[in-house]
């Protein structure tokens, strides 16, 4: 089931898939299952790695390796526990940290992002999602896959990724324009 979820997600972006499925040696004759599923593809030359393990660790990443041709923002996301939102009543279960107002504003209003906050509410899903500075400008979102269907995510997280990708893109228009205007 998750293999073909990840084999479709690769058809679906034009991608490769990566499949690993091997047990590791603890020892004294115990073994623990690994088995990764890896989904590799690009979007306007921006590179994304989805990267889902169970076995011994169940964890899933998502990163994007943005192009050198976009103007990112540096912000994060990280969620807000069930216990404090019901004292705080939030719309989103996500905190936007985050020195510039555009970017508060387009991830408030992104559909992507709302439907995950609503995965969060339902399930134990509390991912943190940065974008960073790290050898190049780098989107990368880390959770565990400790819930019931945990493939559920990682088309809306492709989606933000993209969604984000397209708004750096419009910023770098709109800087041009700016640049353009003030020239004549």
Request: aromatic share 14%.
């Amino acid at each position: 089931m998750h293999k073909q979820f990840f084999r479709n997600l690769a058809d679906k972006q034009n991608g490769k898939f990566y499949f690993h499925d091997q047990d590791i040696h603890i020892g004294n004759g115990v073994r623990s299952p690994n088995v990764i599923y890896k989904v590799v593809f690009k979007y306007k030359s921006s590179e994304f790695t989805v990267v889902n393990r169970t076995g011994t660790a169940y964890v899933g990443s998502i990163s994007c390796k943005l192009s050198q041709t976009l103007q990112p923002i540096k912000f994060e996301l990280s969620t807000i526990s069930h216990l404090k939102n019901l004292f705080f009543r939030k719309k989103s279960r996500f905190k936007i940290m985050s020195d510039n107002d555009n970017i508060q504003y387009f991830l408030n209003k992104n559909s992507s992002l709302k439907l995950l906050s609503e995965i969060a509410d339902k399930e134990n899903f509390s991912p943190s999602i940065i974008c960073e500075i790290d050898g190049g400008w780098v989107i990368t979102t880390k959770y565990h896959l400790e819930f019931d269907d945990w493939t559920q995510v990682v088309e809306p997280i492709v989606e933000l990724y993209k969604n984000l990708i397209d708004e750096f893109e419009k910023r770098i228009a709109n800087i041009s324009r700016e640049s353009y205007r003030e020239m004549n």
